[in-house]
């Protein structure tokens, strides 16, 4: 992609390539002193390595404005036409992975039957072009959840022209039985519902709802998606994961507890599940 020796595909997946593709990238002499050149005509004196740990901030060491900040200066960048504009989108792709990977997980289930590889070479070509495009870094909002919203959205609208060109019977494939989820469904469904907890999306324990079904699993995890993105803030969260529940917490009951009212808490979820719908809405 960047002229740079390039890692034997294996069958670790894409996502793994790329991070050892980026360990190659860091090494690279021209790449570092790249990096460093257009990086101090911004006044930041960052390398390559540097430059991912201030796009992916951990423990509030960092600002969300500085983030924001960098993030939209390698946008710019990456609208151009020469080696430069393909690295900065390269380091964009490297510190929007976790939510490739995301994006990909979610996608996998519902693609009819495309692979885990498959469908993460479609999302990481996706953003790639979505950084190339000109169009995020002059939208208001965080660059980053503009950067995955727009993947997403292509990404879908390419699956289900796929889905449509193979002629493949929907209606047909609601009605198949799911096969029994294996050792890793385990562990991901695990992981939602202690992350659902976590961030008081369920009223019970992670562990009292083993059982809940699928369905539910997905608009948790759409949910923590969402909010992490900053498209909904925690207690829209609330207001959707406790409403669309086994056993729905009445609204006079979340709304006490959110100190508010009813009323307020009904409009609260309304707006809520109008931006995860426009989320998963492909554009025109």
């Not at 423990?59 to 990456?78: E, K, N, P, Q, Y």
């Amino acid at each position: 992609m960047l002229g740079v020796p390039t890692t034997t595909p294996t069958a670790r997946g894409i996502f793994a390539r790329l991070d050892a593709e980026w360990a190659e990238l860091c090494a690279d002499a021209s790449v570092r002193a790249a990096v460093t050149d257009w990086l101090m005509t911004d006044h930041r004196a960052l390398g390559p390595e540097q430059l991912l740990a201030t796009l992916r901030p951990g423990h509030g060491v960092l600002s969300d404005a500085l983030t924001d900040a960098v993030l939209r200066s390698l946008l710019i960048r990456a609208t151009g036409h020469d080696r430069s504009a393909t690295l900065a989108a390269r380091i964009i792709v490297q510190a929007m992975l976790p939510a490739a990977v995301r994006m990909t997980r979610g996608q996998v289930r519902g693609s009819g039957g495309r692979t885990w590889d498959d469908v993460g070479h479609m999302v990481i070509a996706a953003l790639f072009e979505v950084a190339r495009s000109g169009r995020i870094h002059t939208r208001p909002g965080r660059p980053a959840a503009n950067l995955a919203l727009d993947t997403l959205s292509r990404v879908c609208r390419e699956l289900a022209a796929d889905r449509e060109a193979a002629g493949e019977d929907l209606a047909a494939a609601e009605h198949l039985t799911d096969p029994t989820p294996g050792p890793a469904a385990r562990a991901h469904a695990a992981a939602i519902r202690a992350a659902a907890h976590a961030a008081g999306l369920t009223t019970e324990s992670a562990a009292c709802e083993a059982d809940i079904s699928r369905a539910r699993l997905e608009l948790l995890e759409l949910v923590l998606e969402a909010m992490e993105h900053g498209s909904i803030s925690r207690a829209d969260g609330q207001a959707i994961a406790w409403h669309y529940a086994t056993t729905p917490v009445p609204d006079a009951q979340a709304a006490h507890r959110a100190g508010t009212t009813a009323a307020a808490w009904r409009r609260r979820r309304s707006r809520a599940v109008d931006r995860l719908k426009s989320l998963l809405r492909p554009a025109a």
